[in-house]
């Protein structure tokens, strides 16, 4: 069974920072990792995917990376912003995931202090 | 172009009754999954209908099932409910099968459905 570790669970930092979101994961047999946001009692929404053949994206301020060898994908936001105070989830696709879905972290629950 | 839709947004039931959940995909989309939310137990999944057929299923009893219409909207039931079932129920939709090739397909969710069993 496959399993998804968020670290740390909740981080708080002074707006402006740049900082990383730690997502690891047990089967390197991943077709892609995806990283949400999601604000309390909503929904999820999508940041980045990064395919299983792919090493990084970006998107705005936000950078995701994948190391599949080391079972690690890291979400880098720069310039962190009071909007950016959010649940951040990772998610990752296995070719044999049928039981257990799109496998979830706990989550960071982030709060960037103005 | 519109995203998932779920509705109703809140629910309140009562012990033992049954509940219905709708989600609307994204159009063109044929993977619709479900997942519940718990604080204690984060997000497990459900199941996931492809083309009108359950194509994978979650560790979760009998009393939830579902189903796909030819249109790919999808209805989630819970029957005979219990306190445990209080929960945010989320609906995601993809062009991909979740144990099918394409990985460069995500998911979009829903904004879920939060049903509260009293």
Known sequence: KQEVTQIPAALSVPEGENLVLNCSFTDSAIYNLQWFRQDPGKGLTSLLLIQSSQREQTSGRLNASLDKSSGRSTLYIAASQPGDSATYLCAGRYSGGGADGLTFGKGTHLIIQP | ?118
């Open chain 2, 1 to 118: 172009k519109a995203g998932v839709t779920q509705t109703p947004r809140y629910l309140i039931k009562t012990r033992g009754q049954q509940v219905t959940l709708s989600c609307s995909p994204i159009s063109g989309h044929r993977s619709v999954s479900w997942y519940q939310q718990t604080p204690g137990q984060g997000l497990q999944f459900l199941f996931e209908y492809f083309s009108e057929t359950q194509r994978n299923k979650g560790n979760f009893p009998g009393r939830f099932s579902g189903r796909q219409f030819s249109n790919s909207r999808s209805e989630m039931n819970v029957s005979t409910l219990e306190l445990g079932d209080s929960a945010l129920y989320l609906c995601a939709s993809s062009l991909a099968l979740l144990t099918g090739p394409g990985s460069e397909y995500g998911y979009t969710f829903g904004s879920g459905t939060r049903l509260t069993v009293v």
